[in-house]
């Protein structure tokens, strides 16, 4: 199988999914973005950020578009979409993974 065909097979896996996550109401989506996954939803504003209201935002997963990448990022959305529903959702439990983390040490300390 080419890499284009499997990136095909992927994006459609991301379509499918997206479908599901739609048709659940659960106000997350997938994103391909290279060679990774992420998440995208209206989420409240990032611990350091000098926004005040919700906003779309990423959720950078680290999850390979590979064939078990949709199924792995598809159960991600799900458990989001569930805080976000009991508005328990919170920075804290995916800041360590996104790039320009306030928690992460530093070489210097």
Do not use: H, N
């Given at each position: 199988m080419s890499l284009f065909r499997l990136d095909v097979n992927i994006q459609e896996e991301v379509r499918k999914a997206n479908a599901r996550l739609k048709a659940a109401?659960?106000?997350?989506?997938?994103?391909?973005?290279?060679?990774?996954?992420?998440?995208?939803?209206?989420?409240?504003?990032?611990?350091?950020?000098?926004?005040t209201k919700d906003h779309q935002q990423r959720i950078p997963l680290g999850i390979y578009a590979n064939h078990q990448g949709p199924k792995q990022a598809e159960a991600e959305?799900?458990?989001?979409?569930?805080?976000?529903?009991?508005?328990?959702?919170?920075?804290?439990?995916?800041?360590?993974?996104?790039?320009?983390?306030?928690?992460?040490?530093?070489?210097?300390?």
């Open positions: 109401k659960m106000g997350v989506a997938l994103q391909l973005r290279g060679d990774r996954i992420s998440l995208v939803a209206t989420l409240p504003p990032k611990p350091d950020s000098i926004k959305a799900k458990m989001v979409g569930a805080k976000l529903a009991a508005k328990t959702f919170t920075w804290a439990d995916y800041l360590d993974s996104a790039s320009g983390s306030s928690s992460a040490t530093t070489c210097g300390e």
